[in-house]
């Protein structure tokens, strides 16, 4: 039998609606319990201002998980939480009870139909940044280098920790 190597993959989480601090811990408790999957570190909660979109600020995070879950089997697994949420997509960037984005999986480049990781715009969001800054200093973003080389792109957006 072989033995199957599990990956890291980092999970960003935020919402705006409803008890946002709240769904972002719960949903933190979730990940954490996800077959095959263990959760190896979870930034603080930050409040950060909508992005191309408007409403309340949002409570974002980011999760590093350890998992056995392949990209697209762990991409399902973040849609049905989210649903479980109430998760609705009337338009693009609408504010919502919880998003789930599946950052950074291992050191890959994936771009298909469903699912592009690294996630397109995490260099462009200090709400995704800074949480993953605080998790691991030093990680890379495959294809892009160094993520805090983007901490100056994203200086003008207001984040604050909670």
Known sequence: MVERQSVT?????GGNLGDAKAQVLDAITQL??????SLSAQSSLFRTAPIDSSGDDYVNAVVRLETLLAPHALLQVLQEIEQRFGRERPYPNAPRTLDLDLLLYAALTI???TLTVPHPRMM??????IPLLQIDPFITIPGHGPAHQFTPLVADQSITKL
């Open 124 to 129: 462009q969001r200090a709400f995704v940044l």
């Open 111 to 113: 771009a298909d139909a």
């Open 9 to 13: 993959a980092y999970i960003g989480i």
């Open 32 to 37: 954490g319990r996800l077959p095959e999957t």
